[in-house]
């Protein structure tokens, strides 16, 4: 079993910048493919960015390219989503997510992961 704790979301700005962090616990986590994904009420969860193995480059859907950077450190069992030139748009609780490796075709899909954070939410605002 992994678990999975979110932290870092706020109230920022139009044009400001936050970062999210996920910590782990897991004996194996460095073998797993971990994502994060965001959710507003009333709309289905959402693919941000992904790590498919610890020696992958991440992914990103295209809202993220550009502005969030997703980075991994496996010796500490973190991973952090880096958020820049925020709009309101990205208004949303983020998850953290991870499982045994994935393949490519199902990093973007949400139901691929077994396990999930409880969700910091993110406000940009002004």
């Known amino acids: 079993q992994v678990t999975l704790v979110e932290s870092g979301g706020g109230m920022v700005p139009p044009g400001g910048s936050l970062t999210l962090s996920c910590k782990a616990s897991g004996r194996a986590f460095r073998t797993y493919t971990v994502g994060w994904f965001r959710q507003v009420p009333g709309s289905e969860r959402e693919f941000v960015a992904a790590?498919?193995?610890?020696?992958?480059?991440?992914i990103y859907a295209d809202s993220a390219k550009g502005r969030f950077t997703m980075i991994r450190d496996n010796a500490k069992n973190t991973v952090s989503l880096q958020m820049n030139s925020l709009k309101p748009e990205d208004t949303a609780v983020y998850f953290c997510a991870a499982d045994a490796r994935l393949i490519t075709s199902s990093l973007r899909v949400s139901s691929e992961y077994d396990y999930w954070g409880q969700g910091t939410q993110v406000t940009v605002s002004s």
């Open positions: 790590f498919k193995s610890y020696n992958s480059n991440p």
